[in-house]
Protein backbone atom coordinates (compact mmCIF):
# COMPACT_ATOMS: atom_id res chain seq x y z
CA UNK A 1 0.00 0.00 0.00
CA UNK A 2 1.14 3.27 -0.69
CA UNK A 3 0.55 6.16 1.83
CA UNK A 4 0.96 10.05 0.48
CA UNK A 5 1.93 12.38 3.40
CA UNK A 6 0.70 16.10 2.75
CA UNK A 7 2.63 18.87 4.66
CA UNK A 8 3.09 22.90 4.30
CA UNK A 9 -0.23 23.96 5.24
CA UNK A 10 -1.36 26.46 7.78
CA UNK A 11 -2.31 30.21 8.30
CA UNK A 12 -1.80 32.69 5.63
CA UNK A 13 -2.84 36.51 5.18
CA UNK A 14 -4.75 37.09 1.85
CA UNK A 15 -1.40 37.94 -0.70
CA UNK A 16 0.17 35.76 0.94
CA UNK A 17 2.34 32.61 -0.21
CA UNK A 18 2.30 28.34 0.79
CA UNK A 19 4.13 25.53 -1.02
CA UNK A 20 2.31 22.21 -0.16
CA UNK A 21 4.11 18.91 -0.77
CA UNK A 22 2.97 15.30 -1.17
CA UNK A 23 5.66 12.74 -0.79
CA UNK A 24 4.77 9.30 -1.60
CA UNK A 25 6.33 6.18 0.98
CA UNK A 26 7.15 4.06 -1.86
CA UNK A 27 7.65 4.93 -5.62
CA UNK A 28 4.49 4.12 -7.92
CA UNK A 29 4.66 2.29 -11.16
CA UNK A 30 3.44 3.71 -14.54
CA UNK A 31 2.18 6.93 -13.00
CA UNK A 32 -0.78 8.76 -15.06
CA UNK A 33 -1.24 11.91 -13.26
CA UNK A 34 -0.75 13.95 -9.87
CA UNK A 35 -2.70 16.27 -8.70
CA UNK A 36 -3.79 18.69 -6.07
CA UNK A 37 -7.73 19.16 -5.24
CA UNK A 38 -9.50 20.96 -2.23
CA UNK A 39 -12.36 20.86 -0.63
CA UNK A 40 -13.61 24.07 1.71
CA UNK A 41 -16.72 23.64 4.13
CA UNK A 42 -19.51 22.94 2.68
CA UNK A 43 -18.59 22.61 -0.49
CA UNK A 44 -17.51 19.52 -2.61
CA UNK A 45 -13.85 18.66 -3.77
CA UNK A 46 -12.72 20.42 -6.54
CA UNK A 47 -10.07 19.70 -8.70
CA UNK A 48 -6.62 22.91 -8.67
CA UNK A 49 -4.22 21.32 -10.55
CA UNK A 50 -2.60 17.84 -12.28
CA UNK A 51 0.46 17.40 -13.60
CA UNK A 52 1.06 14.51 -16.13
CA UNK A 53 3.50 11.80 -16.19
CA UNK A 54 4.71 13.86 -18.99
CA UNK A 55 5.03 17.23 -17.41
CA UNK A 56 2.18 18.88 -19.00
CA UNK A 57 -0.03 20.75 -16.34
CA UNK A 58 -3.74 21.98 -16.21
CA UNK A 59 -5.16 24.65 -13.55
CA UNK A 60 -8.75 25.55 -12.66
CA UNK A 61 -9.19 29.05 -13.96
CA UNK A 62 -9.37 30.93 -10.43
CA UNK A 63 -5.79 29.91 -9.41
CA UNK A 64 -4.06 30.37 -13.06
CA UNK A 65 -1.20 32.74 -12.87
CA UNK A 66 -0.96 32.09 -9.36
CA UNK A 67 -0.43 28.46 -8.46
CA UNK A 68 1.96 26.39 -9.68
CA UNK A 69 2.01 22.25 -9.83
CA UNK A 70 5.67 20.27 -9.97
CA UNK A 71 6.67 17.06 -9.42
CA UNK A 72 10.42 15.61 -8.03
CA UNK A 73 10.12 11.96 -9.33
CA UNK A 74 13.71 10.96 -7.55
CA UNK A 75 11.83 12.29 -4.17
CA UNK A 76 8.71 10.84 -5.03
CA UNK A 77 6.62 14.47 -4.49
CA UNK A 78 4.32 16.93 -6.20
CA UNK A 79 4.29 20.24 -5.25
CA UNK A 80 1.70 22.69 -5.09
CA UNK A 81 3.42 26.17 -5.00
CA UNK A 82 0.77 29.21 -4.08
CA UNK A 83 1.35 32.88 -4.31
CA UNK A 84 -1.05 35.73 -4.33
CA UNK A 85 -3.42 33.66 -1.53
CA UNK A 86 -6.97 34.90 -1.83
CA UNK A 87 -9.85 34.42 1.38
CA UNK A 88 -11.68 31.86 -1.36
CA UNK A 89 -8.46 30.08 -0.99
CA UNK A 90 -9.60 28.33 2.42
CA UNK A 91 -9.41 24.86 2.62
CA UNK A 92 -8.52 21.08 3.16
CA UNK A 93 -6.34 20.63 0.01
CA UNK A 94 -5.81 17.19 -1.02
CA UNK A 95 -2.79 15.22 -3.04
CA UNK A 96 -4.12 12.38 -5.21
CA UNK A 97 -1.44 10.44 -7.45
CA UNK A 98 -3.23 8.25 -10.03
CA UNK A 99 -1.18 5.05 -11.33
CA UNK A 100 -1.77 1.82 -13.22
CA UNK A 101 -1.29 0.87 -9.55
CA UNK A 102 -4.12 2.80 -7.84
CA UNK A 103 -5.89 5.59 -7.27
CA UNK A 104 -3.74 7.03 -3.74
CA UNK A 105 -5.25 10.15 -1.48
CA UNK A 106 -3.37 11.93 1.13
CA UNK A 107 -5.06 12.73 4.50
CA UNK A 108 -5.23 16.40 3.31
CA UNK A 109 -3.50 19.41 4.98
CA UNK A 110 -5.27 22.40 6.01
CA UNK A 111 -4.98 25.94 4.15
CA UNK A 112 -6.74 29.07 6.15
CA UNK A 113 -6.31 32.50 4.15
CA UNK A 114 -7.24 35.13 6.50
CA UNK A 115 -6.30 38.35 8.15
Known amino acids: QVQLVESGGGLVQPGGSLRLSCAAS????????MGWYRQAPGKQRELVAT???????NYVQSVKGRFTISRDNAKKTVYLQMNSLKPEGTAVYYC?????????WGQGTQVTVSS
Open 51 to 57: ITSGGIT
Open 96 to 104: NIRSAEGDY
Open 26 to 33: RSIAIIVV
